[in-house]
């Protein structure tokens, strides 16, 4: 069904107009318009309703105000007049209300679309940063200098169900120079620049059944802050809120992390298995079978867990859990590990965090950490704060730990403390230092104590 626009044009120049001068209507309509005379009646309110964006012509620049216009279009002028109702007379609110009721399923219509998409564009949320890296750790050696930079994309689906998206670039070098050679490329690791990026997380999550909600793709396991396995994951997490105080979490899948992160001989001491597993004592998918025949393994770390978390008051939460994790570093059998963990509030800033994890295969079988935390994670909203505490990670009590930053690997014991400072909501500041030695001193190149370090400044968006 077609209308005339002048009906409501007359509507909306009595509500914009008012007293305007004919000279400055003419000038105005005569720019504007190719179309529209100067001596038009309707001038002053094109003029006007162009300068609010109300009424628009076309691209060739006329107005064609006498053609007629669809119900849509209609109910756009309609919209537009409403909002500027408070300027209109009695009489005039009369017309503009009787024009409503004529035209409301165009303008439901418009209210519609207009909430749909803003519903769209906050479905998605973006956000990353980038940080520059200082390490060095208990073997000794060189800085390492890293760059990263990571994006975030998250996506809010139907029925409570979301996706995440997180990609990683990363690329740095050795701090040393090889004196035999003169150039500045030269820098030992300078061959080693090329930017290595990465999906570094990839899963859907949302409920399946009442309290339960389900995580599936890749992602890091939420089982008891990740001390004893916190290495990614292609597979799925179910969490199960048991109270309002008490969730049951439970995972599975095969490990995605780099075979020099979960174990390889000689890294900072960290040895699976006393190296006496089929790739002495690493993760590596090639390596030689107990009669000396090189083998390739297809199939990578296989990783599970179930945890009981519960909350006893403000102050005191704790969990149980059990782990298993399956690799050649164990001649494909199973390494098992139980955890139990806890923190303890003491005020309003300190705070105390503390994990103890039993292995079972006889060798690094233990690991362990107690730390005395001010202003609690450096992610949250206070400016300044840090920890101090001990820590025993043996390389045969864990899967992957989240705890390593000054002590960068497992397989080492010592003593490790940090501070962090927040120059603005998005510029953050993070030194961990740690003070041990590694747990196997035959595998590491310094002996006895060292100094390591992870230092870091953050960019957020």
Request: charged content about 25%; glycine content about 12%.
């Amino acid at each position: 069904m077609k209308t005339n626009k002048k009906l409501m044009l007359g509507v909306l120049s009595a509500l914009m107009i008012g007293a305007t001068t004919s000279a400055y209507a003419a000038q105005s309509a005569d720019v504007l318009y190719s179309d529209v005379p100067a001596d038009h009646w309707a001038v002053q309110a094109i003029t006007e309703l162009n300068k609010e964006g109300i009424v628009t012509g076309f691209g060739d620049g006329t107005f064609r105000g006498d053609r007629a216009v669809t119900r849509y279009e209609m109910a756009q002028l309609i919209a537009s007049a409403r909002s500027h109702e408070k300027l209109a007379n009695n009489e005039q609110k009369a017309m503009i209300d009787k024009l409503t009721a004529e035209f409301s399923e165009d303008l439901d219509s418009i209210g519609i679309r207009v909430t749909r998409l803003e519903e769209k564009t906050d479905n998605v949320k973006v956000g990353g940063g980038f940080a520059q890296k200082a390490m060095r750790g208990i073997d000794g050696g060189n800085t390492y200098w890293e760059k990263a930079l990571w994006l975030n994309v998250d996506g809010k689906m139907t029925n409570g169900w979301s996706a995440h998206a997180g990609l990683d670039w990363k690329y740095g070098s050795n701090d040393g120079f090889n004196s035999e050679k003169s150039s500045k490329d030269d820098y030992v690791g300078g061959d080693n620049m090329d930017v290595a990026g990465s999906i570094w997380e990839l899963y859907a999550q949302g409920p399946v059944a009442k309290n339960i909600n389900l995580k599936f793709g890749h992602f890091q396991p939420g089982l008891q802050s990740g001390y004893v396995s916190n290495a990614r994951v292609y597979g799925a997490e179910v969490d199960y809120n048991a109270s309002d105080d008490t969730t049951v979490k439970v995972y599975g899948g095969k490990i995605r992390e780099k075979i020099w992160d979960m174990a390889v001989e000689g890294n900072q001491g960290f040895l699976r298995n006393g190296g006496n597993g089929l790739a002495h004592g690493g993760d590596s998918y090639k390596y030689k079978d107990k009669d000396g025949n090189e083998v390739y393994n297809n199939d990578r770390p296989t990783a599970y867990g179930l945890s009981v978390e519960h909350k006893f008051n403000d102050k005191l939460s704790a969990g149980i859990g059990y782990y298993n994790y399956k690799s050649v570093a164990y001649d494909n059998e199973k390494l098992n590990l139980g955890v139990i963990d806890a923190s303890y509030k003491l005020s309003d800033k300190w705070g105390l965090t503390g994990f103890y994890s039993q292995g079972s295969r006889g060798y690094q079988n233990k690991a362990a950490d107690l730390k005395l935390t001010y202003n609690g994670s450096p992610w949250g909203d206070r400016k300044i704060g840090g920890y101090v505490g001990y820590r025993h990670l043996g390389s045969d009590a864990v899967i992957m730990s989240s705890l390593v930053h000054g002590s960068e690997k497992v397989g080492s014991k010592g003593v490790e403390a940090g501070v962090w400072y927040r120059f603005s909501p998005s510029i953050l500041l993070t030194n961990d230092f740690f003070f041990g030695k590694a747990l196997t001193q035959d595998k590491v190149t310094n002996k006895g104590t060292h100094t390591a370090y992870f230092s870091t400044l953050n960019f957020t968006f």
